[in-house]
T-cell receptor
Framework: ETGVTQSPTHLIKTRGQQVTLRCSSQSGHNTVSWYQQALGQGPQFIFQ???????GRGNFPPRFSGLQFPNYSSELNVNALELDDSALYLCASSDDYEQYFGPGTRLTVT | AQSVTQPDIHITVSEGASLELRCNYS??????LFWYVQSPGQGLQLLLK??????LVQGIKGFEAEFKRSQSSFNLRKPSVHWSDAAEYFCAVGARPPGTYKYIFGTGTRLKVLA
């Protein structure tokens, strides 16, 4: 059984740019959630996708958007990057009440 | 509002000493509860979880946690800490429907282990 994978591992972007992060969910899981973990903080819920539809959203602006594909993999897109978007972005897949986290993508905005 | 509080930002213990990390939650129903460990630059590793049943939960790496409904707590314990346990520890509540099922995390406790 393949676990949750995320790509890329690290990336560096400039303020104002756009970025796309990718997540492959664990086999059989139809729900993907994204979290942002700023330095020294706990992860914060961004949004969740269930069967290709957004299923809930945390307190993040619209420039954070996402997609889920028929194979349940997912993308997180962030437009107009700001310095405060620098963080570890975690993807988690689930099919019930336990979420399985990927290793994360470390985004640095300069 | 649903929330998780980890009162201790930093904890330092000597290797071989016992450990207790505190977690308090605010949630209207019986929560799903989790403890994760995160090493520097790494993702989250699940230590243990509580869904229902026995309130004393055993996890990996010799950790255990006890759910106390009356105190709204889910403290993590280990009888003898190893140097490799130095990391950041996060408590989380699974917030069930109505609404989106998501995890609410505490701000973490950073554990330092003295040789």
């Amino acid at each position: 059984e393949t676990g949750v994978t995320q790509s890329p591992t690290h990336l560096i972007k400039t303020r104002g740019q756009q970025v796309t992060l990718r997540c492959s969910s664990q086999s059989g899981h139809n729900t993907v959630s994204w979290y942002q973990q700023a330095l020294g903080q706990g992860p914060q819920f961004i949004f969740q996708y269930y069967r290709e539809e957004e299923n809930g959203r945390g307190n993040f602006p619209p420039r954070f958007s996402g997609l889920q594909f028929p194979n349940y993999s997912s993308e997180l897109n962030v437009n107009a990057l700001e310095l405060d978007d620098s963080a570890l972005y975690l993807c988690a897949s689930s099919d019930d009440y336990e979420q399985y986290f990927g290793p994360g993508t470390r985004l640095t905005v300069t | 509002a649903q929330s998780v509080t980890q009162p201790d930002i930093h904890i330092t213990v000597s290797e071989g000493a016992s450990l207790e990390l505190r977690c308090n939650y605010s949630y209207g129903a019986t929560p799903y509860l989790f403890w994760y460990v995160q090493s520097p630059g790494q993702g989250l590793q699940l230590l243990l979880k509580y869904f229902s049943g026995d309130t004393l939960v055993q996890g990996i790496k010799g950790f255990e946690a006890e759910f106390k409904r009356s105190q709204s707590s889910f403290n993590l314990r280990k009888p003898s800490v190893h140097w490799s346990d130095a990391a950041e520890y996060f408590c989380a509540v699974g917030a069930r429907p109505p609404g989106t099922y998501k995890y609410i995390f505490g701000t973490g406790t950073r554990l330092k282990v003295l040789a």
